[in-house]
C-alpha cells in the first residue's frame, strides 16, 4: 500500500482542500507529517486576500501556505509555480451535476480549464514528483452492463461529466506528451462526513429532520458508494507509488446500491419516520454505475474496508452531532 513515513516532510499541495475528500485528504496528510499547502477560492479586495475556511477552519494555523483565487485563472499557475510543491492533488471542481444543466459553461471553465492550469503549472514546477488529477465514475455514463473497468469507453451524460472526460484526456496527453509525472484517480461515488449535495447526505438530513425522503424516478437506478476513509487512502497511494504514473485507476466497493436500498437503509438506522415519496427522473441520470477495481487491487494491493450499512451508520452518526 504506502510505504511507512513517505509523505513525511514532502511539500504537498491540495487544490479544493476546502472541499468535502479535499479537507478528509488534508487531515490525513497533515497526521502523515507532510508540510501541506492548500488552494482555495478567495479574492483580493484592495490589496488584501480574502477567503472563508469551512471544513479546513480547523487546520488553517497547520498550512505551510494557503493560496487563494480563481483555479482556471492564470494567476493560479504563477502561485502554483512559487509554492514549490513536490506531490499535488488536484481535488478542485465544480462536482454537483445539476449546476452543469444550467451552468455548463462556467463548469468548463473550473473542470477542464482550472486541470490544464494545473497541468501547464507541473511543467515549470521542478520539484514536482507526482501530479494527482481527480476524474470522476462519471465519466463513462451510460454504462454497457457489467462492472466498468478502465477500458470501458467513454459516455458522458451530463455536461459536467463531459467536462471531467475533457480533464482526464487532458491530464493524460501531458503525461504522455511532457513525460510528466501524472497520475489519475477515478473515484466512484464517495460519501461520508462533511458531504453535502449528493444522495447520501441529502437523505441523512431528510430522515433527521424528519422530512420526506425524495426519490427521483423509480429508484432503482444504482450507485457504487466508497465511504471516505477507503477514498482517502486511494489518494495516498496514487500519490506515493511510482506504479500510478500513466495510469487512470479506479477505485470503489465493487458493489452496486439500489437508491431505494439507500433511503430505506437510512430511514432503518436514523430511527426516522420520514415517508419516501417519488418524484419525477432527474436529466441525464445513468441506470448504473458499479466499479471494477481490479486494476488497483493488482497495482496497488488496494480494496475497500468498509461497506455500505457501517458506512452509513458512521455517516449517520457524525450527522447527529455535527447537523
Known amino acids: 500500500m504506502i510505504k511507512h513515513g513517505f509523505y513525511k516532510n514532502k511539500r504537498v499541495l491540495i487544490t479544493g482542500a476546502d472541499?468535502?475528500?479535499?479537507?478528509?485528504?488534508?487531515?490525513?496528510?497533515?497526521?502523515?507529517?507532510?508540510?501541506?499547502?492548500?488552494?482555495?477560492?478567495?479574492?483580493?479586495?484592495?490589496?488584501?486576500?480574502?477567503?472563508?475556511?469551512?471544513?479546513?477552519?480547523?487546520?488553517?494555523?497547520?498550512?505551510?501556505?494557503?493560496l487563494t483565487g480563481n483555479i482556471a485563472s492564470l494567476d493560479a499557475k504563477d502561485l502554483v509555480i512559487k509554492n514549490k510543491p513536490?506531490?499535488?492533488?488536484?481535488?478542485?471542481a465544480d462536482a454537483y451535476v445539476p449546476n452543469s444543466f444550467d451552468h455548463p459553461i462556467e463548469v468548463m471553465e473550473t473542470n477542464v480549464i482550472g486541470t490544464m492550469?494545473?497541468?501547464?503549472?507541473?511543467?515549470?514546477?521542478?520539484?514536482?514528483?507526482r501530479l494527482v488529477c481527480t476524474s470522476s465514475s462519471e465519466i463513462y455514463g451510460l454504462t454497457i452492463g457489467g462492472s466498468i473497468d478502465e477500458e470501458h469507453p467513454l459516455y458522458p451524460s451530463s455536461p459536467y461529466a463531459a467536462s471531467k472526460v475533457a480533464a482526464d484526456r487532458y491530464a493524460y496527453s501531458y503525461w504522455n506528451t511532457y513525460h510528466l509525472p501524472i497520475a489519475i484517480i477515478r473515484p466512484f461515488n464517495t460519501y461520508g462526513p462533511r458531504h453535502t449535495y449528493d444522495v447520501i447526505p441529502k437523505f441523512i438530513e431528510l430522515a433527521l429532520s424528519g422530512k420526506p425522503i425524495t426519490v427521483h424516478g423509480t429508484g432503482k437506478q444504482s450507485r457504487d458508494f466508497t465511504y471516505v476513509d477507503d477514498m482517502i487512502d486511494a489518494f495516498m497511494v496514487m500519490g506515493s507509488s511510482e506504479k500510478a504514473i500513466g495510469k487512470?485507476?479506479?477505485?470503489?466497493?465493487?458493489?452496486?446500491?439500489?437508491?431505494?436500498?439507500?433511503?430505506?437503509?437510512?430511514?432503518?438506522?436514523?430511527?426516522?419516520?420520514?415517508?419516501?415519496?417519488?418524484?419525477?427522473?432527474?436529466?441525464?441520470?445513468?441506470?448504473?454505475?458499479?466499479?471494477?477495481?481490479?486494476?488497483?487491487?493488482?497495482?496497488?494491493?488496494?480494496?475497500?474496508?468498509?461497506?455500505?450499512?457501517?458506512?452509513?451508520?458512521?455517516n449517520i452518526e457524525w450527522a447527529k452531532e455535527n447537523l
Open 248 to 314: 487512470a485507476v479506479n477505485f470503489g466497493t465493487g458493489k452496486a446500491i439500489t437508491i431505494n436500498y439507500i433511503a430505506n437503509k437510512i430511514k432503518e438506522i436514523s430511527g426516522s419516520a420520514s415517508q419516501i415519496i417519488h418524484t419525477r427522473d432527474r436529466k441525464a441520470q445513468v441506470p448504473k454505475l458499479l466499479c471494477n477495481y481490479s486494476l488497483a487491487n493488482k497495482l496497488f494491493g488496494w480494496k475497500p474496508k468498509i461497506f455500505i450499512d457501517e458506512g452509513l451508520r458512521r
Open 86 to 92: 513536490e506531490i499535488v492533488f488536484h481535488l478542485a
Open 117 to 129: 492550469t494545473m497541468l501547464h503549472a507541473l511543467k515549470e514546477c521542478r520539484a514536482i514528483k
Open 19 to 66: 472541499g468535502f475528500m479535499g479537507s478528509h485528504l488534508a487531515e490525513k496528510l497533515l497526521l502523515e507529517g507532510a508540510k501541506v499547502s492548500v488552494y482555495v477560492r478567495g479574492n483580493s479586495v484592495s490589496g488584501t486576500v480574502q477567503y472563508s475556511l469551512k471544513n479546513i477552519k480547523h487546520l488553517e494555523s497547520r498550512f505551510e501556505d494557503i
